[in-house]
């Protein structure tokens, strides 16, 4: 997978949900005042990655669907009456409308996506054809006997499988279309590895439990009624310009006659942002979590560094709200890249681009700044998390 790869992501929403109960199909019920499957588009509107959203519907469905999700920008595509059906119909869409490279398929059911999941599925897939989220099995598992408890059942090696599921997209449109298994199957892995292909496990996540009963939208609705607190760090990094180094800036490669010099690429911006980041979580700063006295980390790329902020953040249940960034250089001009570099912290953090400001300043020619020494940056996160965290 390259930075050109083209991902699309499927969500299939044409189901009836009838064990959710209520007055009408689950995914466009209301947790916390916006329809289930507005909560899981917006969840992979968020990654910087994905191009573009198609939305598997049942026949009849897409006024419905389009008052769910106002004015968020969606294909939609008449599903089947199973399930594999309506994958492969999304899927025959995507091909018509000029294919991809990757696509995710969701199930709206499951509406609360950490980006970081997306992160680890793409990551599978740079050596793999299909990937999937899992969570061990942790229960105790038994077999019924009438209503009365059977044998029991190991759970070694059991996991129980989530979506998104990421895959190859012309491996699974051709596993879709050659699928002859005498039992339906019940998701598009299990298609995959009938043409042949491995599957991938990458780790899962306890907020993508699918809403199926009553009691599930309840507990939803209890998640999101936590309350939350907000969290502010600020972060300020200096790196030394330099001959002979290529200059780094809020993860671009900047065409320049100097670099900064560092243990790492020494991404000066970067680095401010994950100190700002580690300090609104009370977690120390970039030095103590990738000590430059460690060798690894030579020649490091720093979206590594905020990568792992940002899973810090998602281990704590958190959301990353706003990133103020703002570089302080007499050159290179940031103005022409200001966009670009938007777009890659977003991506990185893997929320929408209108949550991250890049301005750039001069100090007048004054102090190491001024005299093109060096470049420096300071930042500030606005974080919000449980309010217990």
Excluded at 233 to 249: N, Q, S, T
Excluded at 292 to 297: A, I, L, T
Excluded at 373 to 388: D, H, K, N, R, Y
Aim: proline share 4%.
């Amino acid at each position: 997978m390259t930075s050109n790869s083209k991902i699309v992501a499927l969500i299939v929403a044409a189901g009836q949900g009838s064990r959710a109960g209520g007055d009408i199909p689950k995914q466009f019920r209301s947790v916390a005042g916006k329809a289930v499957l507005a909560h899981a588009y917006d969840a992979l509107a968020a990654h910087g990655g994905i191009d573009a959203i198609h939305i598997v519907l049942g026949d009849g469905q897409e006024a419905t669907a389009r008052t769910a999700l106002g004015e968020r920008a969606a294909s939609f595509v008449t599903g089947a009456d199973s399930r594999r059906g309506s994958v492969r119909a999304g899927l025959e869409a995507i091909t018509a409308q000029g294919g991809a490279d990757i696509v995710l398929i969701h199930d709206a059911a499951r509406p609360f996506l950490p980006g970081a999941v997306v992160d680890r599925l793409l990551a599978a897939l740079e050596s793999g054809t299909g990937a999937i989220p899992t969570l061990p099995v942790a229960d105790t598992l038994i077999r019924e006997a009438g209503s009365i408890m059977g044998d029991g059942v190991g759970r070694d090696g059991l996991h129980r499988v989530q979506t998104p599921q990421a895959f190859r997209f012309d491996a699974i449109v051709a596993a879709h279309r050659a699928w002859s298994g005498v039992r339906e199957a019940t998701d598009d892995a299990q298609i995959l590895k009938g043409w042949g292909h491995d599957v991938i496990l990458v780790q899962g996540h306890e907020r993508l439990e699918k809403l199926t009963y009553p009691q599930d939208f309840a507990r939803a609705e209890a998640q999101l009624a936590t309350p939350r607190s907000t969290r502010v760090g600020m972060g300020y990094d200096v790196h030394r310009l330099a001959p002979d180094e290529e200059l780094w800036l809020a993860g671009l490669l900047v065409p320049h006659d100097r670099g900064l010099a560092g243990h790492s690429d020494a991404d000066v911006a970067l680095h401010a942002i994950v100190d700002a980041v580690l300090g609104a979580l009370a977690e120390g700063d970039i030095g103590s979590h990738f000590p430059p006295s460690d060798p690894q980390w030579r020649g490091a790329s720093s979206d590594r560094f905020l990568a792992y902020a940002r899973d810090r953040v998602a281990a704590r249940d958190g959301r990353i709200e706003h990133i103020d960034l703002t570089i302080i250089c007499e050159a290179p001009k940031i103005g022409p890249h200001r966009d670009a570099m938007r777009t890659r912290i977003a991506e990185i953090l893997a929320v929408p681009v209108d949550r991250i400001s890049v301005k750039a300043t001069t100090t007048e020619r004054l102090g190491f700044a001024g005299r093109r020494e060096g470049i420096a940056a300071q930042a500030v996160a606005t974080l919000s998390l449980p309010a217990l965290s």
